[in-house]
Nanobody, 122 residues
Framework: VQLQASGGGLVQAGGSLRLSCAAS????????MGWFRQAPGKEREFVAA????????DYADSVKGRFTISRDNAKKTVNLQMSSLKPEDTAVYYC????????????????WGQGTLVTVSS
């Protein structure tokens, strides 16, 4: 199984970025997909998740109204559209996959991508 995250970069506060994660080696349409992030010196934290059908989503309170998670099961991709970015959004962003219901805990996710760095300047 491979999860390849991309789309990170440097952006000014208030700007937008779109992260993508391409999956291979798993029956993508059966997995919950999540995005997590880890800032320097901090633990990895939940950002957003979307169920296998794409019909339901969950977000961390810190990103609600600014981030949108979506998926394309035909293309085996999951995206994270980030808007109104803040310096505190600076982190390495990881996509992850799990079987069953979505969950905010990192320990519940089975497969992880390598991460993509997002830096938001003030």
């Amino acid at each position: 199984v491979q999860l390849q995250a991309s789309g990170g970069g440097l952006v000014q506060a208030g700007g937008s970025l779109r992260l993508s994660c391409a999956a291979s080696g798993l029956t993508f349409s059966r997995y919950v997909m999540g995005w997590f992030r880890q800032a320097p010196g901090k633990e990895r934290e939940f950002v957003a998740a979307i169920i296998s059908s794409g019909g339901s989503r969950d977000y961390a309170d810190s990103v609600k109204g600014r981030f949108t998670i979506s998926r394309d099961n035909a293309k085996k991709t999951v995206n994270l559209q980030m808007s109104s970015l803040k310096p505190e959004d600076t982190a390495v962003y990881y996509c992850a996959a799990k079987w069953g219901d979505y969950d905010t805990s990192t320990t519940r996710y089975t497969f992880w991508g390598q991460g993509t760095l997002v830096t938001v300047s003030s």
